[in-house]
């Protein structure tokens, strides 16, 4: 598969810690890249002291590792191996450090191999895909709030300024077992198709609307600078991390 890709993290403008952690990961490896492919993912740590950076670079490393080392040839079964391996990881650290205790993450994982996209998902990270002119969201958020939404007791827009916004109702390395979602996998993939991945630090400022302008509009470098841009021009009240993937062959 040809793609080209970007991926940008930024501190935003009134933490003092960036807690989010990514990997654009593909191997050397010839064949191994054929076989495997490419891998993307976007972690949203949270936790005390440094735990929400701990769990998010914990989640990203051993995802990768994980994947990358497993000889199954089933991507979206090695990817749910690998959320429960980092769920344990990040889970035991949790319970041994008193610092660190619970600490837990958010993960977006796509990996990109044979023409089709695979994902991974917990937590509120998203992953979208512009296709045709639209953008869809791709994963579902685990909030208190998107829970409220799909049972019909609060609208989408009321959503977006709710006061409990931020509840995340399942997330890496805060229970033993992790309720990984594996949203539309496999998801066949098209030339032109653009794929983002990102923290809840850009779309809690910037609508998808505009997301899909700046995608559409520039190559992803470009698009992941003016994203991130944004999401600090309309406050910057979090970390923002994206990843900007166009397809250029599947
Ligand atoms: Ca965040």
Same mark, same amino acid.
């Given at each position: 598969m040809k793609f080209k890709a970007a991926s940008l993290s930024h501190i935003g403008?009134?933490?003092? &810690? #960036?807690e989010d952690s990514y990997c654009h990961f593909e191997p050397d490896d010839e064949t191994l890249r054929r076989e495997r492919g490419a891998m993307f993912i976007v972690a949203d740590g949270m936790g005390g002291h440094q735990g929400g950076e701990v769990a998010s670079r914990l989640a990203v490393e051993i995802i990768q590792e994980y994947y990358y080392a497993s !000889?199954?040839?089933d991507p979206l079964q090695v990817l749910k191996d690998a959320f429960q391996s980092a769920n344990k990881t990040i889970f035991d650290a949790s319970l041994e450090d008193a610092g660190l205790f619970g600490m837990g993450t958010t993960c977006t994982a796509m990996v990109l191999v044979g023409g089709s996209a695979y994902f991974m998902h917990i937590g509120d990270s998203r992953a979208y895909v512009c296709r045709n002119g639209g953008i869809e969201q791709l994963t579902r958020d685990h909030t208190l709030v998107e829970d409220m939404v799909r049972s019909g007791l609060l609208s989408s827009e009321d959503a977006r300024f709710h !006061? @409990? @916004? #931020?509840?995340?109702t399942k997330s890496l390395g &805060?229970? *033993? *077992?992790a309720e990984t979602d594996a949203p539309a996998s496999p998801f066949s993939v098209k030339p032109g198709d653009v794929f983002l991945l990102c923290s809840d630090g850009l779309t809690s400022f910037v609508r998808d609307q505009e997301i899909k302008l700046f995608l559409e509009s520039n190559e992803p470098e470009e698009a992941a600078k003016h994203l991130v841009d944004r999401a600090n021009q309309l406050g910057g009240r979090d970390n923002i991390t994206v990843q900007v993937v166009k397809v250029i062959e599947p």
């Amino acid at each position: 598969m040809k793609f080209k890709a970007a991926s940008l993290s930024h501190i935003g403008l009134f933490r003092e &810690t #960036n807690e989010d952690s990514y990997c654009h990961f593909e191997p050397d490896d010839e064949t191994l890249r054929r076989e495997r492919g490419a891998m993307f993912i976007v972690a949203d740590g949270m936790g005390g002291h440094q735990g929400g950076e701990v769990a998010s670079r914990l989640a990203v490393e051993i995802i990768q590792e994980y994947y990358y080392a497993s !000889p199954s040839t089933d991507p979206l079964q090695v990817l749910k191996d690998a959320f429960q391996s980092a769920n344990k990881t990040i889970f035991d650290a949790s319970l041994e450090d008193a610092g660190l205790f619970g600490m837990g993450t958010t993960c977006t994982a796509m990996v990109l191999v044979g023409g089709s996209a695979y994902f991974m998902h917990i937590g509120d990270s998203r992953a979208y895909v512009c296709r045709n002119g639209g953008i869809e969201q791709l994963t579902r958020d685990h909030t208190l709030v998107e829970d409220m939404v799909r049972s019909g007791l609060l609208s989408s827009e009321d959503a977006r300024f709710h !006061p @409990k @916004k #931020n509840v995340i109702t399942k997330s890496l390395g &805060t229970h *033993e *077992e992790a309720e990984t979602d594996a949203p539309a996998s496999p998801f066949s993939v098209k030339p032109g198709d653009v794929f983002l991945l990102c923290s809840d630090g850009l779309t809690s400022f910037v609508r998808d609307q505009e997301i899909k302008l700046f995608l559409e509009s520039n190559e992803p470098e470009e698009a992941a600078k003016h994203l991130v841009d944004r999401a600090n021009q309309l406050g910057g009240r979090d970390n923002i991390t994206v990843q900007v993937v166009k397809v250029i062959e599947p």
